[in-house]
């Protein structure tokens, strides 16, 4: 398992953004019109991390289309990429890490997966992750680092060391990664999609540069007159957005930020089913939560109104 | 588990073992689970100037006593921060040189400190057991002045190879590490449930140098996969005190990360 040029090839990367529209206009649509610019065979990347402003209504609508061939790379992929292995929806996932979190201990789906050689799991460093995504957004095929040297993550991608030219010193070149299509979910955007993130900056605002076509929802859509009074608070301008959906809860059961918590024994629960009946479990999951609900107002009914209300009071708390 | 006092769980051990080795006025890369408590009860001890920097792009937070984090990106995590970045310019404040500690953990550990949190057996490509994977492990230990690892002390762990090298340690001793350009850094510590552990300034390998009390040396001897090294100075260390325990009892009173 390698990288391929695709990957980090710069000029095809910035052939492909100026042949595209990048227009200050309208980006308000629905979750179905957004995910359906997403094609078989594409690479994607999740914006958030962990458990933290994952884009799960947008995974949602996207499992609904039952896609096929899929890359999925995130920085610390959580439940939304078992689910994708569980769906069939990918033939490879790019981390530095898979799981839920230290109470759950190993994923048994990752466990199931990846070592029957299903869906290869391509592991990088946190950072070297991190600095796929920015050398991308870089417009660069590479950026020089001194991690990861030395370790067996660097055979596994292919990774290239060079001489720095000035030092003479070794450094990893971390190879670029421009994905095809990048899911965000952000606090706030005007209706022409320019976009601010409250607390966890993640990785969003790299990742958004990096990929070809930029899919965002949001917990609000403000007037334009809320943005202009706070540009320094936006890190997604509206020109590289193409698709744009108010989404309230857009997250949830996963924290966003000083909106709402996290919903922990909503993951237990998740965990159990996987416990008790394996990749099925996951298929439970997947046709009440995924594929059962119509709509996202639909699908939050299933938390009823006092959950919500209850992670939004905690969500609150944390930052007060 | 072996090796722990009486009425001392094997995460409090770890915690104030770990929280002994941090200094005033420095800085710590640290996680979730036991790095986390030994950072806490070290500033709340003899470190009140120590920043902790956390891979959710954190500096600076002072957590809330039962309302702990359990990932390093979620928001208890952040509690009352100075500063809150991105992930990638956390690391990148590691890789300029402003940590001077870093923890870490892992599935198996060989006597160089390389450690594994990737794969055991079998190929990378079809394992025996897939393990999370690095996360901001490989970083940590990469890119800090000195690292600290902190793990249950058991003979499946302390294993005479690693199947992975996910975290480079002293790699295969000697000036193996800076030959292979990791130019700062390395393992300086293991802190287990049987003792602690530095390093041979030389030969890189790891070496035996403090007893927590009631062990032996032959007790770590039969919980090591590997040859174990005895420093001629060896130390017993001062077991957990009251009011360490009683801090780290205050920090997690629902005991949900030290057991």
């Not at chain 1, 569980?86 to 033939?91: E, F, M, N």
């Not at chain 1, 936006?234 to 989404?247: E, K, M, S």
């Not at chain 2, 690391?91 to 160089?112: E, K, T």
């Not at chain 2, 001062?238 to 009011?243: A, D, T, V, Y």
Request: hydrophobic content about 40%; some cysteine; aromatic content about 8%.
């Amino acid at each position: 398992m390698t990288i391929s040029r695709r990957e980090y090839d710069f000029q095809a990367a910035r052939l492909r953004l100026e042949s595209k529209p990048k227009s200050a206009g309208e980006k308000l649509t629905t979750l179905d019109e957004a995910v359906a610019k997403v094609k078989d065979g594409d690479s994607l990347a999740f914006g958030g991390c962990l458990f933290s402003r994952t884009p799960l209504a947008q995974v949602r609508a996207l499992l609904r289309r039952r896609p096929k061939g899929l890359t999925i790379a995130r920085n610390l992929m959580c439940y939304e990429g078992e689910w994708c292995m569980v769906a069939g929806a990918v033939d490879k996932v790019v981390t530095s890490w898979m799981g839920i979190g230290l109470p759950w201990g190993l994923s048994k789906i990752v466990r199931e997966y990846v070592e029957s050689g299903r869906v290869p799991m391509e592991e990088w460093s946190h950072l070297a992750l991190g600095l796929r995504f920015r050398a991308a957004a870089m417009g660069l095929p590479f950026l020089p680092s001194l991690t990861m040297l030395g370790s067996s993550l660097v055979d596994v991608g292919g990774s290239k060391t060079i001489d720095c030219p000035y030092t003479g010193e070794k450094l990893l070149a971390v190879p670029a990664l421009f994905p095809d299509v990048a899911m965000l979910h952000v606090h706030r955007a005007d209706r022409f999609g320019n976009c601010q993130i409250d607390g966890y900056a993640h990785m969003d605002a790299d990742i958004a540069r990096a990929a070809a076509t930029v899919l965002v929802t949001a917990e609000e859509i403000v007037p334009e007159d809320e943005i202009r009074l706070h540009p320094d608070r936006t890190v997604i301008p509206g020109f590289i957005v193409d698709a744009l959906v108010h989404v309230p809860y857009g997250s949830y059961p996963h924290e966003c930020y000083g909106v709402y918590d996290a919903e922990p024994d909503h993951f237990s629960a998740y965990v159990n089913g996987i416990t008790e009946r394996g990749a099925a479990g996951v298929q439970d999951y997947l046709e009440r939560y995924v594929y059962g609900p119509a709509t996202h107002a639909d699908y939050l009914a299933l938390f009823g109104e006092a959950a919500l209300a209850d992670a939004r009071r905690r969500g609150k708390e944390l930052v007060t | 588990m072996s090796g722990a006092l009486d009425g001392v769980t094997v995460n409090e051990l770890l915690a104030v073992m770990g929280a002994r080795e941090l200094k005033d006025n420095t800085t710590v890369f640290t996680g979730v689970g036991a790095p986390m408590m030994a950072s806490g009860l070290a500033q709340r001890m003899h470190a009140p100037r120590l920043t902790m920097v956390i891979e959710g792009g954190i500096v600076g937070p002072r957590w809330k006593p039962g309302s702990l984090a359990i990932s390093t990106n979620e928001m208890r995590a952040a509690y009352r921060a100075q500063m809150l970045t991105g992930i990638t310019d956390a690391f990148l404040l590691a890789q300029r040189g402003f940590l001077d500690v870093g923890f870490i953990g892992g599935a198996q550990i060989d006597r160089y400190g390389n450690l594994n949190t990737t794969a055991i057996g079998g190929s990378y490509d079809k394992p025996k057991v897939r393990l999370p994977g690095s996360g901001g492990a490989n970083d940590i230990i990469s890119l800090c002045r000195e690292v600290i690892i902190l793990t249950a002390h058991e003979k499946r762990r302390f294993s005479e190879t690693v199947d992975f090298i996910t975290s480079p340690g002293w790699l295969e001793g000697h000036d193996s590490r800076r030959r292979r350009g990791l130019l700062f850094g390395g393992v300086s510590r293991v802190v287990t449930t049987l003792g602690l552990f530095g390093f041979d300034p030389e030969s890189r390998r790891m070496r035996l140098e403090a007893l927590h009390a009631g062990v032996t040396v032959d007790d770590v001897r039969a919980n090591t996969g590997f040859e174990v090294e005895v420093s001629d100075r060896l130390t017993t260390t001062k077991p957990p005190s009251e009011e360490e325990l009683g801090i780290l009892r205050m920090l997690d009173p629902a005991r949900q990360f030290i057991g």
